[in-house]
């Protein structure tokens, strides 16, 4: 049945889609619908486990236990809660467990500016934890694809055993749009558990998941590796690969409005949105998968384009992605502050298009305009 | 299928013995506790297949690695949301958390604090030596005050942390209070705490002789344990709180017992209803809890176990604690007789 669904149940909709069957949350506004919603379905689904935890460190440690004792568990939160959560997510690389962070961006750094729009996470997602992993993370732009987009991350998940990051942001949060999500449920596939969850193991003996590096096979299998560089290189080296080989089937770009403009304009997540009425004048590169970066991709459509302009609501954190893949000059139009308007989208693109820089002008405060015009004129 | 119990050596099955020796000090104290809890597991025919233990971070964190079962060796001070999560995916699974008291109570002390809240169905073991053992002797939450540590040159200023309060807080948990020299003793709370049916708490007081003891005095970790040995006593039967330096449980209903296997006072025994299922069928019965009589004739035939047992060859004996071979089969291809079977 088609009917009006918000962006953040549809990521909830689109988990229990996937087979989730664990959910741990803290509320933090613009992530709190998905919360709620999970809260109501737990009522009425015994199967569905759910957990108001008592902060963002214990939701993300949670997730971790309920998929090692075999559930497909996720949590939501926004950028602040992200940040507490980061331990755990390095955690969960290092051990491999398949579980989903879903990140509703609101303006940081901090408590920031509850609950206006931003971006700002992308690479907290990339480098939040401490030491060295390939993150996968998808960002859709609307409700539909915020389903689809769920969905996809719980497979990839499962198939990279790490944790996937979905981003969202306050709008595409709140957005509500007509779609037919029980439908859209009937056709997903999902991709089952590969490893054995705990006290269910084969032959191998019991397994020991631990933080520190421990030799997994071998004569040592048991003892930690804690000085062996060797051991690190094995281990970190086949993750990424898994990891790279995964995001592979999850290429997901939108390439779009008018191709044959001069000027490329990569965006994602609501400013896509926002700035769909310049369709007629630029071409379009839409990232849904933000991490790992699609390098490939990007470097055969820039070619085309004479100028390349990245609108997204932080200080260039894409841009630089994008520039350091394609090395050469994206102009960057940050929307910051929350302010992500098509006012601000076209004022940026005239100032950068016409050789201005990317920072807009500071606006004077009240007190510079009231010394500057006494009389309130000007 | 019988119990197999202590006499029988049966404990060793539930330990990684080819890891050892240990990256434990000399004279630690968190051998021991991994021991008696190898050996209450043992006794409670609690495996691989029906038990998880879940460790944190510091020297307790690495008991996980030695023990014959699937462990989770989690992030600094976050075993019990871990483990709170296991028990909820997979209620029929015994969740067993061991960690320290800086991982306990300070690094993971709001966890504490919510999963009493929340009566997690889990036993934390706390192995409190009261110091930051592996970075070399820092003051600890349970430091008591005075205690010169690294961090505190001129004496710990604060008062340490009251586990007991926190704990009791909760109108369904259990407290229960021993020391690494009361071995046996340690082992009745270990098993108590894990047939309670709600969260569960045992604060095991242990020594910390090369970050902890030499410095604060001790010569040796013997000295520490004999210190264990005239300062702590058991607790007077039906106390509602235990005082400093007295050992004992403490029932959620405010029923204590001296921890001598008697278990709580008889008016807080529910009934026995269920049978215990097959490990791994399904959600986990209500273990009905164990009176004082069903102790002290399991006790009985444990010191009958290990009285027929000191009658057998080595090898054999070997064999019986592998099992191998049952007792009453070994017993009678030496051509003992038993005065009944025992089992």
């Known amino acids: ?378 | 299928m019988p119990e197999a119990i202590f006499a029988e050596l049966g404990f060793k099955q539930r330990l990684k013995v080819d890891l050892f020796p240990t990256i434990w000090c000399p004279g630690c104290g968190i051998g021991t506790i991994m021991i008696q809890l190898a050996m209450v597991l043992d006794e409670m025919g609690l495996d691989e297949r029906n038990t998880v233990i879940v460790t944190g971070i510091g020297c307790t964190g690495r008991m996980g690695s030695y023990m014959q079962y699937e462990s989770v060796y989690t992030l600094h001070g976050r075993t019990l949301p871990v483990a709170e999560a296991i028990k909820s995916v997979r209620p029929e699974l015994h969740v067993i958390v061991v960690a320290g008291d800086g991982d306990t109570a300070s690094i993971g002390g709001n966890h504490l604090i919510h999963a009493i809240r929340r009566n997690a169905r889990v036993t934390l073991i706390c192995n409190n030596n009261e110091i930051y053992g592996l970075t070399g002797g820092q003051t600890g939450p349970t430091t008591p005050t005075g205690t010169k540590t690294l961090s505190s040159p001129a004496g710990n200023p604060n008062t340490p942390i009251n586990l007991q309060g926190l704990v009791r807080s909760s109108p369904d948990a259990l407290y229960a209070k021993t020391t690494v020299y009361h071995q046996a003793h340690m082992r009745n709370v270990i098993r108590e705490a894990i047939e309670h049916e709600g969260f569960s708490f045992v604060d095991v007081t242990s020594q910390c002789i090369e970050n902890n003891g030499r410095r604060i005095g001790f010569a040796s970790a013997n000295e520490m344990l004999t210190f264990y040995r005239k300062t702590y006593k058991r607790a007077p039967k039906g106390a509602d709180r235990l005082a400093p330096f007295e050992i004992g449980v403490l029932y959620p209903d405010g029923h204590a017992t001296a921890g001598n296997g008697t278990g709580p006072a008889p008016e807080a025994t529910p009934e026995a209803t269920a049978e215990p299922a097959a490990a791994g069928s399904g959600p986990a019965p209500a273990r009905p809890p164990v009176d004082d009589e069903e102790k002290a004739r399991r006790r009985a035939e444990s010191q009958k176990r290990l009285a027929l047992m000191a009658r057998l060859a080595p090898e054999v004996k070997l064999q019986v604690a592998k099992g191998e071979v049952t007792l009453a089969d070994a017993l009678r291809t030496a051509g003992i007789e038993p005065d009944e079977s025992p089992g």
């Open chain 1, 1 to 378: 049945m088609r009917r009006l669904s918000q962006g953040n149940e549809a990521v909830f909709r689109g988990a229990v889609a996937a087979g989730a069957d664990y959910f741990a949350g803290y509320p933090i506004s613009p992530s709190t619908e998905i919360l709620n919603v999970a809260s109501a379905y737990a009522a009425e689904h015994p199967e569905f486990r759910f957990l108001q935890a008592e902060d963002e460190i214990a939701s993300a440690n949670a997730i971790i236990g309920a998929s090692l004792a075999g559930a497909k568990s996720f949590t939501a939160t926004s950028g602040p809660g992200f940040s507490l959560m980061q331990e755990a997510v390095g955690y969960a690389q290092k051990v491999g467990v398949p579980c989903v962070f879903v990140d509703v961006q609101r303006v940081g750094p901090a408590t920031g500016m509850p609950t206006m729009p931003g971006q700002g996470d992308i690479m907290q997602v990339k480098y939040g934890s401490t030491g060295d992993y390939t993150p996968l993370a998808f960002y859709p732009n609307g409700v539909e694809e915020a389903f689809r987009v769920t969905v996809e991350a719980f497979n990839a998940a499962e198939e990279s055993l790490s944790p996937v990051v979905v981003l969202s942001d306050t709008f595409v949060a709140h957005l509500n749009e007509v779609v037919d999500l029980h439908e859209m449920a009937a056709e997903v596939t999902r991709v089952p558990r590969l490893q054995a969850p705990l006290a269910r193991h084969g032959q191998g003996g019991p397994r020991f998941f631990a933080g520190v590096l421990m030799y997994e096979h071998g004569p040592n299998a048991g003892e930690p590796a804690t000085a062996d560089a060797d051991e690190y290189l094995r281990q970190f080296y086949a993750a990424k690969q898994r990891h790279v080989e995964v995001a592979q089937r999850y290429a997901r770009y939108e390439w779009g409005w008018n191709r044959d403009a001069k000027v490329l304009i990569i965006c994602y997540g609501i400013v896509s949105r926002v700035a769909s009425p310049l369709s007629a004048d630029y071409a379009l590169f839409r990232p849904i998968r933000i991490h790992p970066m699609l390098g490939d991709e990007l470097r055969a459509i820039a070619d085309r384009y004479e100028t390349i302009v990245c609108l997204e609501a932080n200080d260039g954190q894409y841009a630089d992605m994008a520039e350091l893949a394609l090395r050469r000059e994206v102009r960057r139009v940050p929307l910051l502050g929350g302010r992500i308007s098509l006012e601000a989208v076209r004022d940026g693109l005239a100032r950068v298009l016409s050789g201005g820089p990317s920072q807009p002008p500071v606006p004077p405060t009240p007190q510079e305009r009231a010394e500057r015009s006494p009389l309130g004129i000007g």
